[in-house]
């Protein structure tokens, strides 16, 4: 459960920091920098973070995981999901099972 909050926290909050803390430190030649995207409706401008790296392995390496991390924050949801459906549904399986028992018990007495 734990992980399943951290991949959603890190998808929605701050995939732009952890991928400037992973490029700085194992993607040889990694750089990023502020750029102006546009303006706002206001108005203002707006910012928005771009980023390179010495070659396109690196690159890809950020691009790939970025994708998994999407994937994981869609996918560890629902597999979460479905193994608790699976662990209640074995639960109630057993307790049928010993109520059936005590049922026949108490015929017997």
């Known amino acids: 459960m734990i992980f ?14 952890i991928r400037n803390h992973i490029g700085k430190n194992y993607i040889d030649g990694y750089r990023h920098w502020t750029i102006e995207t546009g303006e706002n409706d206001n108005g203002e401008t707006t910012y928005g973070q ?4 010495k070659n396109a392995s690196g690159r890809r390496v950020l691009n790939v995981l970025q994708v998994l991390t999407l994937i994981l924050a ?11 459906e ?16 005590v049922d026949q018990t108490d015929d017997k007495v």
């Open 74 to 84: 869609v996918g560890s949801p629902v597999i979460t999901w479905k193994g608790l």
């Open 50 to 53: 771009d980023w390179t790296a």
């Open 86 to 101: 699976s662990a209640i549904r074995q639960i109630e399986r057993r307790e049928d099972e010993y109520l059936a028992g």
């Open 4 to 17: 399943v909050v951290a991949i959603s926290w890190y998808v929605f909050i701050g995939w732009d920091d």
